[in-house]
């Protein structure tokens, strides 16, 4: 497994694999879990080399952490683990706020660590920025874990260009999480360069387009009543129509080039610079090896400009998330 490192050189920042495991679909958002397979889907990540998991308070809402905790009994060492906060939820999972708050801060904290049954946290991001609070009031209460042993690194998860600089003025930025795909490239410009600029690693979530850049999904219809993108506003009528014949443009060069579509778009996200790894999302052994098999997929420069030509991110239509869901990026 090939190892890349975020937020500074060997030593000073945090090495991951550089494809990782995303773990919320394991518990909410797209249908229906098997908890049997998805605590085998993380052991066969393991045995696999991948060591980078990702996961969040909100997830569930709780359940994934405790789920990875389950996985992760005995054989912790070796992973880096990640997990967020922010998105405060009740427990019938009724969204209540985006919280910043510094005693919110330090309680979400000792809550997931009892969640996943760790001692420290590898990696801890704020979710979501919390605009009625000081992001160096919620900083500041972050690096007091990173003082006190309880976590390693921080990350902030998409937030604005000025934003990321102020956090990273109170303590480095070890890692910040977008959504970064072939169809999703807002980051690129101004808050690429910042994180390049402040040496702070990107971790792209969701690079295989919510499953659309798998070229499984041709319908809405195929997705669950407690799916979520069935409201998502890139899978919904004229918008779907005309993004399936965008990703139908993916499905024939992955199929020239003798490997699938989600392989072709997690090799580009990897291919965009070495301060860059992939968390792509999955509750399924077969699907996992199938992505871990696109470590072995090296783009040419003509490939990469070919694939430019596609317009994928031009060409599509829809926001990433529904309008409330769009409030909350970018602040």
Not at 8 to 22: D, I, M
Not at 146 to 168: C, D, M, Q, W, Y
Not at 282 to 288: A, E, H, N, P, Q
């Amino acid at each position: 497994m090939r190892q890349r490192t975020l937020g500074g050189p060997a030593g000073t920042g945090l090495a991951v694999s550089a494809l990782g495991l995303g773990c919320m679909g394991m518990s909410e958002f797209y249908g229906t879990g098997d908890e049997r397979e998805s605590i085998a889907t993380i052991h066969r990540a393991l045995d696999l080399g991948v060591t980078h998991l990702d996961t969040a308070d909100m997830y569930g809402p709780f359940t994934n952490e405790r789920l990875v905790g389950r996985a992760l009994a005995g054989r912790r060492d070796g992973v880096v683990l990640a997990t967020k906060f922010g998105i405060e939820r009740a427990e019938d999972g009724t969204f209540i706020s985006i919280n910043g708050r510094p005693d919110y801060v330090r309680s979400a904290c000792e809550t997931s660590l009892r969640r996943l049954g760790v001692d420290h946290l590898d990696l801890y991001y704020q979710h979501r920025v919390d605009v009625s609070v000081p992001v160096e009031e919620t900083w500041g209460a972050m690096a007091e874990l990173v003082a006190a042993g309880k976590v390693r690194h921080l990350g902030i998860s998409e937030a604005a260009p000025a934003t990321v600089r102020r956090a990273h003025a109170v303590h480095p930025v070890t890692a910040g999480q977008y959504e970064y795909s072939l169809w999703s490239r807002d980051i690129e410009g101004e808050l690429l360069d910042t994180l390049r600029t402040l040496g702070i690693g990107l971790v792209a979530y969701s690079p295989l387009g919510r499953g659309f850049l798998t070229g499984r999904i041709t319908d809405r219809d195929q997705l669950s009543a407690d799916d979520f993108r069935r409201d998502n506003p890139r899978f919904d009528g004229a918008s779907l129509d005309n993004n399936l014949t965008v990703v139908a443009r993916v499905n024939r060069f992955a199929e020239d080039r003798g490997i699938t579509p989600a392989q072709l778009a997690l090799a580009w996200v990897l291919a965009q610079g070495e301060d860059v790894v992939a968390i792509p999302g999955t509750k399924r052994r077969s699907y996992l090896e199938q992505n871990v098999a696109a470590l072995d997929v090296h783009l040419t420069a003509e490939e990469l400009a070919a694939i430019e030509d596609l317009a994928i991110s031009r060409d599509v239509t829809g926001e990433r998330y529904t309008p409330d869901g769009m409030s909350n990026v970018g602040v």
